[in-house]
């Protein structure tokens, strides 16, 4: 099992970055593909990007494509979201997810706060 923790919300004006990271303890954070997903006001929770567990390979929903970068720092038990030419648009809760069986995440964090606005 694993537990996840994201940090790195926040208010940032619209153009601006912010990095998310996400935390994971308990057992072989290397076994597990890592997520993000957003969830905004009235909408359904849709995914955002994603990293596999051996090779790197990562992954992007087409609006935030050449605007976000996924990664993760095995080391340091840690998977990164960098944000970048943020819009209104991308205004959401933030979730990260791991994952040991292909497209199902059985594992959350609580989510952090992303707010897009001048």
Same mark, same amino acid.
């Given at each position: 099992?694993?537990?996840?923790?994201?940090?790195? &919300?926040?208010?940032? *004006?619209?153009? =601006?970055?912010? +990095?998310?990271?996400? !935390? %994971?303890?308990? $057992?072989?954070?290397? @076994?597990?593909?890592? &997520?993000?997903?957003? *969830?905004?006001? =009235?909408?359904? +929770?849709?995914?955002? !990007? %994603?990293?596999r $567990?051996?090779?790197? @390979?990562?992954?992007?929903?087409?609006?935030?494509?050449?605007?976000?970068t996924?990664?993760?720092?095995? !080391?340091k038990?840690?998977?990164?979201?960098?944000?970048?030419?943020?819009?209104?648009?991308?205004?959401?809760?933030?979730?990260?997810?791991?994952?040991?069986?292909p497209?199902?995440?059985?594992?959350?964090?609580?989510?952090?706060?992303?707010?897009?606005?001048?």
């Amino acid at each position: 099992q694993v537990q996840l923790v994201e940090s790195g &919300g926040g208010l940032v *004006q619209p153009g =601006g970055s912010l +990095r998310l990271s996400c !935390a %994971a303890s308990g $057992r072989a954070f290397s @076994s597990y593909a890592m &997520g993000w997903f957003r *969830q905004a006001p =009235g909408k359904e +929770r849709e995914f955002v !990007a %994603a990293i596999r $567990r051996i090779g790197g @390979s990562t992954y992007y929903t087409d609006s935030v494509k050449g605007r976000f970068t996924i990664s993760r720092d095995s !080391a340091k038990n840690t998977v990164y979201l960098q944000m970048n030419s943020l819009k209104p648009e991308d205004t959401a809760v933030y979730y990260c997810a791991a994952s040991q069986v292909p497209g199902e995440y059985g594992y959350w964090g609580q989510g952090t706060q992303v707010t897009v606005s001048s």
